[in-house]
């Protein structure tokens, strides 16, 4: 089975603007999840998406957006970028939920926002 | 915020050497979960240990679980220069819709020298 696939693997804007991610999980997962991670914060949770409904959602703010399609691609959203949105983003998908399921991670988007 | 703490923050071994990673949490668990990153690249699962084992295997790697001290360690035995990555535990949330959630230690930074 093909891997999580994230698109664009680089992306440079500037402040202001807003950029869309996109994931597509290993085929047959239905659980996509979305995480930043800065030198700084380290990784953390941005949120989750089950079958075109979120399920959960990190402490960011509200500029920081998502979705999921039927056939359980994702995209998020940043709008009104700001210098410190810079960051790899890293997409996740597994089968469902549960505390014996295991993510899977694509190889991320490396956000630069000058 | 990250739940996790490991230590050390950043280890040096040549190769053939044993490297030894630890990890602690907060909150009671289901489950630890280890993952591995080569320079700013996506996260590859690398064992999951649920809160009733003590002790997990999976090749040259070796993962215990103190559910009483809430610590972790990974344990990787004859160290290979392609074992240079960042390791990281990560815990699920708990209860309902939170189990797609991740939180992740700050990581350890390994470094084998060849």
């Known amino acids: 089975k093909a891997g999580v696939t994230q698109t664009p693997r680089y992306l440079i804007k500037t402040r202001g603007q807003q950029v869309t991610l996109s994931c597509s999980p290993i085929?047959?997962?239905?659980?996509v999840s979305w995480y930043q991670q800065t030198p700084g914060q380290g990784l953390q949770f941005l949120f989750e998406y089950f079958s075109e409904t979120q399920r959960n959602k990190g402490n960011f703010p509200g500029r920081f957006s998502g979705r999921q399609f039927s056939n359980s691609r994702s995209e998020m959203n940043v709008s009104t970028l700001e210098l410190g949105d810079s960051a790899l983003y890293l997409c996740?998908?597994?089968?469902?939920?549960?505390?014996?399921?295991?993510?899977?991670f694509g190889p991320g988007t490396r956000l630069t926002v000058l | 915020s990250q739940q996790g703490e490991e230590d050390p923050q950043a280890l040096s071994i040549q190769e053939g050497e044993n490297a030894t990673m630890n990890c602690s949490y907060k909150?009671?668990?289901?489950?630890l979960q280890w993952y591995r990153q080569n320079s700013g690249r996506g996260l590859v699962h690398l064992i999951l240990?649920?809160?009733?084992?003590r002790e997990k295997h999976s090749g040259r790697l070796r993962v215990t679980l103190d559910t009483s001290k809430k610590s972790s360690s990974l344990l990787i035995t004859a160290s290979r220069a392609a074992d240079t990555a960042s390791y990281f535990c990560?815990?699920?949330?708990?209860?309902?819709?939170?189990?797609?959630?991740?939180?992740f230690g700050q990581g350890t930074i390994l470094t084998v020298h060849p």
């Open positions: 909150t009671s668990i289901n489950n």
């Open positions: 990560a815990k699920h949330g708990r209860g309902g819709t939170s189990y797609g959630k991740l939180t």
């Open positions: 085929s047959g997962h239905r659980s």
């Open positions: 240990i649920r809160s009733n084992e």
């Open positions: 996740a998908s597994s089968l469902g939920t549960g505390v014996l399921v295991t993510q899977y």
